[in-house]
């Protein structure tokens, strides 16, 4: 099973039907030049990707930038159109009030599988005590977080709070927290290898923000700044495919993994093994 652990579905037909909400998408998260994506052609893409499942991330900005880019409420939506190719993930802001309630809700009324945060975005470092309450709802209900790490390019985002590093202490006082660092913390690559040794709760996801091509960005990252032996070796086990559609396209960056020289095994990992331990099934 091939799965892609990081889908932006903001500008999915289905949950466009204002034009105003499509244009406040299109602010909040800079991508200026793409249109509705139909169903139809979202299965297609899947298609010529390889791909089984797409793993649905919302976004609550609703301090920074006034309002939620994507509901729970609208992932959901989304997954009953397709419960067999999507699956579901939630988002709070952790500063709005009400917020452990919409998280209990989305785990026990929604169904959804996980926890999508941003600190870069939503401005808090992860070990700030403030998170605990969230922490532990993730925790009684067996639900992984995935934290976009490293550089953002949406508005109003601070890279400080996302740095790798930052998740150390996190990762120490919750070992039983699944944690994802998306984009594998690009460009501060080493620092998530170093941490995916020490803590096997952490995952890390191939999102990451390429400059040129994905195969030549994927070959500078996973064969020089991390020899391809470190995943193949030692961290087979925690690294998932993860392309950040719609900003890339999951056909290239599906392409590229293939062409790391990486065991079989170790691919059939990252394509979907992993994710499923990830997400604790499906």
């Known amino acids: 099973m091939f799965i892609d652990i990081h889908v932006h579905p903001a500008f999915f037909e289905p949950i466009n039907l204002e034009p105003k909400i499509t244009e406040f998408r299109h602010k909040a998260l800079d991508i200026q030049k793409n249109g509705l994506a139909p169903l139809e052609h979202i299965f297609n893409q899947m298609e010529c990707a390889g791909l089984d499942k797409l793993t649905l991330l919302p976004e609550d900005y609703t301090t920074i930038e006034g309002g939620i880019v994507v509901s729970n409420e609208e992932i959901k939506k989304l997954v009953d159109t397709a419960p067999d190719r999507f699956i579901g993930f939630a988002a709070v802001d952790p500063f709005v009030k009400g917020h452990l309630d919409a998280i209990e809700k989305a785990f026990t009324e929604l169904k959804l599988k996980g926890l999508k945060l941003h600190p870069s975005k939503q401005h808090f470092y992860p070990s700030d005590k403030s998170l605990e309450p969230l922490y532990k709802i993730c925790e009684k209900y067996d639900k992984p977080i995935l934290f976009h790490s490293g550089v953002s390019w949406e508005p109003n985002t601070l890279s400080k709070y996302s740095r790798p590093i930052e998740f150390e202490e996190l990762a120490l006082n919750h070992p039983k927290l699944r944690?994802?660092?998306?984009?594998?913390?690009?460009?501060?690559?080493?620092?998530?290898?170093?941490?995916?040794?020490?803590?096997?709760?952490?995952?890390?996801?191939?999102?990451?923000?390429?400059?040129?091509?994905?195969?030549?960005?994927?070959?500078?990252?996973?064969?020089?700044?991390?020899?391809?032996?470190?995943?193949?070796?030692?961290?087979?086990?925690?690294?998932?495919?993860?392309?950040?559609?719609?900003?890339?396209?999951?056909?290239?960056?599906?392409?590229?993994?293939?062409?790391l020289g990486f065991r079989e095994s170790t691919l059939e990992l990252i394509k979907g093994q992993n994710a499923l331990e990830f997400i604790g099934g499906i």
């Open 179 to 259: 944690i994802c660092l998306a984009h594998f913390g690009w460009p501060y690559v080493q620092e998530t290898a170093m941490l995916m040794l020490k803590f096997p709760n952490i995952y890390a996801d191939t999102a990451l923000l390429y400059f040129d091509s994905a195969r030549e960005f994927y070959k500078r990252v996973f064969t020089e700044d991390i020899p391809s032996t470190w995943i193949d070796r030692s961290l087979r086990h925690q690294v998932m495919f993860g392309s950040n559609n719609p900003r890339f396209e999951q056909i290239r960056m599906a392409e590229a993994i293939e062409h």
